[in-house]
């Protein structure tokens, strides 16, 4: 059997996890909450409407972000990293006093971060479509057996992920439905993954090459697949996954 064993957002695009508990799905949008927010570099003409990762502050570029956690309440963000004092903001207003508190993370050669911008209903996802990555920790196993030491799942700033599945059973899902709770998912395609997922989220420091691990092994690097909300409804912790 097949169930859902976390759920995971990522309120600001690259800064900051979150773990949730339940979460109700909409169709058509992004997991409510996700990349809602990003922060643009000197140089993007994004507003929020949807635009490329390279336009943004991520953990690809800086993998001292890998290491910040988020908690929502109400309005208010709290942001937490090892080496920074706790940030309550609300965003976007406080979104200068963000990007004063990542500063020290964030490296000097790498174009500045500028504004905190607001996304629209798809959320700043890493897809060009209100996407939804579930991932599988059957193949974070095995892919950590090759990689010789446990992979967080945090590293892959996924949303849902999976008990019970076979390894690499995502693969064969693309172009399904998956019924989770009460909500229905269509997937789309496979997630190919950056240097982001280098970063020991409990750090910030670089400690594994994952994408040369998944191309020595598989020939590729790619983990997990995207999917998008094709009926909305609640999702939770626990919930079965069935393939329609």
Known sequence: MITVSNLWRYPVKGVGTEPLGSVVLREGQCLPGDRAFAIAQDGATTNGEWAPCMNFVRGAKAGTLMAIEAQSAGESLTFTHPDRPA?????????????????????????????????????????PFPSISILSNTSRTILSQRAGRPLDQRRFRGNIWLDGMDPWQEWEWIGK????????????????????????????????????????????????????????????????????
Request: aromatic letters at 4%; proline letters at 6%; a negative charge.
């Open 87 to 127: 940030l309550t903001v609300q965003l976007p207003a406080d979104g200068q006093a963000l990007i004063d508190w990542i500063a020290p993370l964030y490296p000097e050669n790498r174009p500045a971060p500028v504004r905190v911008v607001t996304a629209t209903e798809q959320g700043m996802t890493d897809a």
């Open 177 to 244: 439905n998956l019924r989770i709770g009460g909500a229905v998912l269509e997937v789309r395609e496979r997630n190919t993954r950056c240097r982001a997922t280098h970063a020991d989220p409990m750090t910030g420091k670089d400690d594994v090459n994952v994408l040369s691990v998944l191309e020595q092994g598989w020939d590729h690097r790619d983990f997990g697949v995207y999917a998008v909300c094709v009926q909305g409804g609640e999702i939770a912790v626990g919930d079965v996954v069935t393939v329609l």
